[in-house]
Structure formats: C-alpha cells, structure tokens
C-alpha cells in the first residue's frame, strides 16, 4: 500500500474505486467497506484507495469536543497495509480545507485529481464546509460526473449499529472484549518500557512500565492482556492506575509478563492487547495482602489462557 498526503501527487491511477471517512478504529464497518472497495477494484481491474484526514476534522472544527483517537495514524496505516488497499491518501485537514463546499470537494478532488470511478461510504458520512455534505448530496454530483456512489450497509453487534463511538465507550470504561468483538481483534497500546518505582520486583512479581501516545486508555482495573515483545508474545497481567495501596497519586500502566526470560525491556518498544477485565483497582490493607492478589491475578490470567479465549 502506497500512500500519499497531496491528491495531486497520484498521478493517473486505473479506475480509482474510493472509501472515504475517518475510519478510527478500523472496526467491523469500516472493514465491512474497505472489503467492498477491494473487490470492486479487483472485479474492474481498478485502483482501491482509502482516503482519510489527519488530523481528526475536529481539531480544527472543535477542539474541545474532540474524542480521543482510538488508533493513533501510524498505527492506522500499519493495519490498513494488511487489507489489501492499494493507496491511501491522507489529506491534511486545516481551517482551509474545511472551508472547501461539499461540491467544490467532490468535483476538485474527487473527480479531477482523483479520478474516481466509483466512491462507497458509510452510514452517517458529512463532508464539506459546515458539514452540509451528505449521501445525497455524494450521489446527485457524482451521477453528473460519471462517478458511481453507493452506500455500504453498517455491520450490527447487539442489535445496533458499530461505530468508534459505541467502542471508544466500552474501553473507557473497561469492557475491553465487547470492543473486541466491535473491532474484530483485541484493543492495543504500543509505547516503550520506562523505569518505574520498582514496586512490582519488590512483591515479587517485576513489570514493565508503558509510556505511551496512544490517547485512548482503558478504565482503571486489572486486565489480562497479551504483551509483544519484538516477534514474541507472552501472557500478562496488566494494572493501569495509581497505585493506592502505596498512595502515589501517578497514573501508570505497568505489566507482569508471565515466563519472561529475555533481555531487559527497559527502552523497548512493548505492545499490549487488552483481553479482558479482572477486576477494580482498590487500595489493600498491606503490601502482603497485595502480593496475594497478585498472584489470583496471575492464576486467572493462566486460567483465561488456558480455555482458549485466546485467539490465535
């Protein structure tokens, strides 16, 4: 997957097929539409492109009101290179181009520097200065064009719709496996392993501390998580919170991997995939009675392993 951040830069691309919209997440609707793409332009023998903007339009629109980002955009462009796009575009969103008229947008970008043949996107799509772009309006200008719009069906879980609202909710507040199930894999964190307070080694069971630019963090509490390290993946037990049994006060995101023999992490790069809740973070009498919690914590991460809630 090539990609690009000025449509003038394409050049003349065989029967662009085009997905447009913010995609954060790449969930099970956007993938739903990204596979509608690609079979078009595998079916016609044309290009499949997906084009975005970064940053989010409401960094500029309304900064106040913009949600944390599930997938920071080099992890976006690392997943999208998996699923058979042939280009990405990223347009740089500004107070300039968000000035630019739905129709000036379709008719400039899409048709003439783009090209495209034919255009899909998803339920709830706006575009153009003050939002007033809409499907029909997508479809009316298009046909005047010679650009084929279709509107691509939302995927359903639980009954509703799957958005990066509906997933962003159930992480922050720690239901990490129905965002699972909405996004179609595990939720993750990648950031580098920083020195800690040495609490962990001192109970006996040493972590890795993240810092990372992921802005989406799970709720506070315990998970079972799958840590990546280089090309090896290994059991955990994350904690994200504030430690209170020691009253520090300092977010942290620490993980005990479980059977880990390699090298020091300190300054590598950890991924962590969130599995599922165990339970709160809560304040214990002693660091003793903490250090038997730790190791329950343990014991039902194995137990999670070993019934094989674990994909493959």
Known sequence: MKVFRDPGALGHLPAPVVAIGNFDGIHLGHRRIIETVTARARATGGTAILLTFDPHPLTILRPAGRPPQILPLSEKIRLLA???????????????????????????????KIGASALYVGAGFHFGRGGVGDFDL??????????????????????????????????????????????GREYA???????????????????????????????????VTRAEVGTRTYPSVTNIGDRPTFGEGERVIEAHLLDYDGAELYGQTLR???????????RFESPKALTRQITSDVKSTRDWFARGDAKP
């Open 82 to 112: 998996t699923l058979g796009l042939d280009v990405m575009l990223i347009i740089p969103f500004t107070r300039e181009f968000a000035n630019v008229t739905a129709e000036a947008f379709v008719e400039e970008i899409l048709a003439r």
């Open 138 to 183: 997508l479809r009316r200008e298009g046909q005047r064009l010679g650009i084929t719009v279709d509107r691509v069906p939302v995927v359903l879980f639980d009954s509703r719709p799957v958005s990066s609202t509906r997933i962003r909710n159930n992480i922050e507040r720690g239901s990490v496996d129905r965002a699972a199930a909405m996004l």
């Open 189 to 223: 964190i990648r950031g580098l392993v920083v020195h800690g307070r040495g609490r962990g080694s001192g109970l006996g069971f040493s972590t890795a501390n993240l810092s990372t630019d992921n802005e989406l963090i799970p709720a506070q509490g315990v998970y």
């Open 272 to 282: 962590l995939a969130f599995c599922a809740y165990l339970r709160d973070e809560r």
